[in-house]
């Protein structure tokens, strides 16, 4: 089996793009040996004070707060699990994830302490821990989600960003050629318009 490899993956569960690129990167890691480390970019902090500001960023805080708790109390793993909760119901059952029954619905599907909703928004300990997740990925060049470190290179690279969804080897595939381009040091940037 090949080395593992290292992958932080910053989002905001609030990104319908950010939550289809984790989609992907979880169906890779089936297929190849990827640990990912699950971290928080503010898409509100990121673009405050600018016309890209909308009011859907600042929904994602209760959100934030709750799986930093988890990470706190329970590890990375129970972030993994609490983003792949919350994203399903943000983005496939359309529900807002700044509601209380619903940050409670993820916690109940993951098999966390109901408690710890209302510990994470009494812990100013969570708004410490996604200010310096924010503020990691911000140094490493993160602008967007999701965005990717492999490897502790220093370099978070925005997307790639998924449309549809890839799965099994075609998953595996796709890693691979994304963790090769941006394993290049001469590789800046790839993009082209959204449809």
């Known amino acids: 089996m090949s080395e593992p490899v290292d992958v932080t993956f910053y989002f905001d569960p609030i990104c319908p793009f950010s939550y289809r690129t984790s989609l ?8 190849r040996p990827l640990e990912i480390d699950w971290r928080f970019l503010s898409l509100k902090a990121i673009n405050d004070g600018t016309e890209n500001l909308k ?12 799986m930093a708790k988890a990470r706190l109390d329970h590890g990375n793993d129970s ?29 109940d599907e993951v098999g966390i302490d109901r408690t710890i909703l ?12 996604i200010q310096d997740d924010h503020t990691s990925g911000v140094a490493k060049g ?4 999701a965005s990717i470190e492999v490897n502790g290179d220093g370099r978070a690279f925005f997307g790639p960003v998924i449309g549809d969804g890839v799965t099994g080897a075609r998953a595996g595939e796709l890693w691979d050629h994304f963790a090769w381009i ?14």
């Open 24 to 31: 992907w990167i979880r169906e890779a890691r089936k297929v």
């Open 55 to 66: 009011d859907a960023h600042s929904r994602s805080l209760p959100a934030f707060r709750l």
């Open 79 to 107: 972030v993994d699990k609490l983003y792949a909760s919350i994203g399903r119901l943000r983005h496939e059952e359309k529900k807002e994830i700044d509601n209380t029954d619903v940050l409670e619905e993820a916690v």
């Open 118 to 129: 209302a510990r994470a928004l009494d812990d100013d300990a969570t708004l410490q821990a």
């Open 142 to 145: 993160a602008f967007g989600v």
């Open 182 to 195: 941006v394993s290049q040091p001469e590789f800046y940037e790839i993009k082209r318009e959204r449809h």
